[in-house]
């Protein structure tokens, strides 16, 4: 087998969460890109350090780095909804209603029983001027909420 064909060690994954979850995130940006380097060949390690590097650059706020890697993550794994509601997330902390309301579709395609995605969705369609149906998304995830409850 082709050394670059060698799944990634699980303790490679651990020791990069682990170094996120302390806010050592120099180490584990380190540890991804070490990963997008010698597992190069591997689309699921690609998937995966691309996906987790761009929540980690979103954190520390490099908006444009981190869209970088979600995209090439999505390259990968177009069905997430995840990255796009990430992606989403990125464009409304930017303004970019347009774009996050994108996204937000595109996660609430994926997971249409998802009500955090149809409530992030309404938000960005409200702040790109369409208040009215907006709202209704809100409403709408709000009785959403109210008869899964009742399950």
């Given at each position: ?23 050592n ?63 989403g ?19 609430l ?14 938000e ?28």
């Amino acid at each position: 087998m082709d050394d670059d064909m060698v799944p990634v060690p699980d303790d490679l994954w651990q020791e990069a969460n682990e170094h996120t979850s302390r806010g050592n995130f120099d180490k584990a940006i380190e540890i991804y890109k070490y990963t997008l380097i010698r597992y190069g060949a591997n689309n699921l390690a690609n998937e995966y350090a691309n996906a987790r590097l761009g929540d980690i650059l979103f954190m520390l706020g490099q908006t444009d780095l981190a869209e970088d890697h979600l995209r090439k993550a999505l390259s990968y794994n177009p069905e997430n909804p995840d990255y796009h509601r990430t992606l989403g997330v990125i464009y409304y902390t930017q303004y970019e209603w347009e774009n996050a309301v994108k996204e937000y579709r595109v996660a609430l395609e994926k997971e249409p029983w998802n009500g955090k995605y149809l409530l992030a969705l309404g938000e960005a369609v409200f702040n790109s001027g369409d208040k009215k149906t907006g709202l209704e998304y809100c409403i709408r995830r709000r009785l959403f909420i109210r008869t899964t409850q009742n399950f």
